[in-house]
T-cell receptor, first 113, second 115 residues
Framework: KQEVTQIPAALSVPEGENLVLNCSFT??????LQWFRQDPGKGLTSLLL?????REQTSGRLNASLDKSSGRSTLYIAASQPGDSATYLC????????????FGKGTTLSVSS | DAGVIQSPRHEVTEMGQEVTLRCKPI?????LFWYRQTMMRGLELLIY????????DSGMPEDRFSAKMPNASFSTLKIQPSEPRDSAVYFC?????????????FGSGTRLTVV
């Protein structure tokens, strides 16, 4: 059974710092991996999706990497801003098109000005 | 497109009452998912549909929960009778298998409180 773990559970940094959020999964036979952002009391916003054949994806100050063989992904946030404060969720889809995403419990990020 | 639309946004009900949550997926999407989010357990998959047919309902916690998708543009999640431990945020999401690179789109969720 696929399990997704995110470390740390919470992170506080000063504005401007570069940071890395970690995600690990137990079954390396994944179809893709998706990073989401969730603001308090809100829904999930997709940030980046990495197909199993890809090593990384970039969007603005965000860069997500994938090492399928080791069961790991990282989300790198450059030059963090207070507006980046949110919970970041990692989710994987097993190696079958159309199957459901399995989520980690998230990392809650707080960026202070 | 207006995205995935869920209603109501908030629901407060008394224990024992029936609760119905609604979801309208993105037009053209062929997969629909219901998730539940709590502080303790995070996001858990309850059930998902492909072309309106339930594929996996192993996450539905008990017989008190039921879900239907009568057509491609509407789904319901019903809890009868509701219990305080059902209090959570319920999310609906949809995706299109032909565009795997686009991933999932989530609705804004329904916050359910059972008192």
């Amino acid at each position: 059974k696929q399990e997704v773990t995110q470390i740390p559970a919470a992170l506080s940094v000063p504005e401007g710092e570069n940071l890395v959020l970690n995600c690990s999964f137990t079954d390396s036979a994944i179809y893709n991996l998706q990073w989401f952002r969730q603001d308090p009391g809100k829904g999930l916003t997709s940030l980046l999706l990495i197909q199993s054949s890809q090593r990384e994806q970039t969007s603005g100050r965000l860069n997500a990497s994938l090492d399928k063989s080791s069961g790991r992904s990282t989300l790198y946030i450059a030059a963090s801003q207070p507006g980046d404060s949110a919970t970041y969720l990692c989710a994987v889809r097993n190696n079958q098109a159309g199957t459901a995403l399995i989520f980690g419990k998230g990392t809650t990020l707080s960026v202070s000005s | 497109d207006a995205g995935v639309i869920q209603s109501p946004r908030h629901e407060v009900t008394e224990m024992g009452q029936e609760v119905t949550l609604r979801c309208k997926p993105i037009s053209g999407h062929d997969y629909l998912f219901w998730y539940r989010q709590t502080m303790m357990r995070g996001l858990e998959l309850l059930i998902y549909f492909n072309n309106n047919v339930p594929i996996d309902d192993s996450g539905m916690p008990e017989d008190r929960f039921s879900a239907k998708m009568p057509n491609a543009s509407f789904s319901t999640l019903k809890i009868q009778p509701s219990e305080p431990r059902d209090s959570a945020v319920y999310f609906c999401a949809s995706s299109f298998a032909g565009r795997e690179t686009y991933g999932y789109t989530f609705g804004s969720g329904t916050r359910l409180t059972v008192v």
